[in-house]
């Protein structure tokens, strides 16, 4: 009877042996695969960080060509608004130039026209 449990215990070891076998190897398959995946999600962790990386120097761009625009534009007009302002001042120095003639021309004729009236006066009573 001995030999009978030998042996019985024996294809027990070996199927156990067989199961521990099998399980080894699906284990390794889908270690194999975990693998796999983790070099593709490093693969693709690396193409986003390089993505990131061209995203992020292409918002620098664009953020200092907004800069130089907006650095032109404020130059622009502020240059305009200056001559702006050197017409405005120009204009209001011929108007008053002009405002000036105006004045003296106008003292001028009342002089004449003292004068005149004077004369007329003078000539009525002389008359």
Do not use: N, P, W
């Amino acid at each position: 009877m001995q030999i009978k449990e030998l042996e019985d215990s024996y294809l027990h070891k070996v199927s156990q042996r067989k199961e521990i076998e099998k399980t080894l190897a699906r284990q390794r398959l889908e270690i194999d695969e975990m693998r796999r995946e983790r070099c593709t999600l490093s693969d693709k962790l690396q193409d986003l960080d390089k993505h990131k990386l061209i995203l992020e120097q292409r918002i620098t761009q664009i953020k200092s060509a907004a800069k130089d625009h907006v650095e032109e534009i404020t130059d622009h007009f502020i240059k305009q608004s200056s001559e702006e302002s050197k017409k405005r001042q120009k204009i209001k120095m011929d108007l008053l130039s002009t405002l000036q003639r105006v004045s003296a021309l106008h003292r001028e004729f009342m002089v004449q026209l003292r004068k005149h009236v004077i004369q007329d006066v003078k000539y009525s009573y002389t008359g």
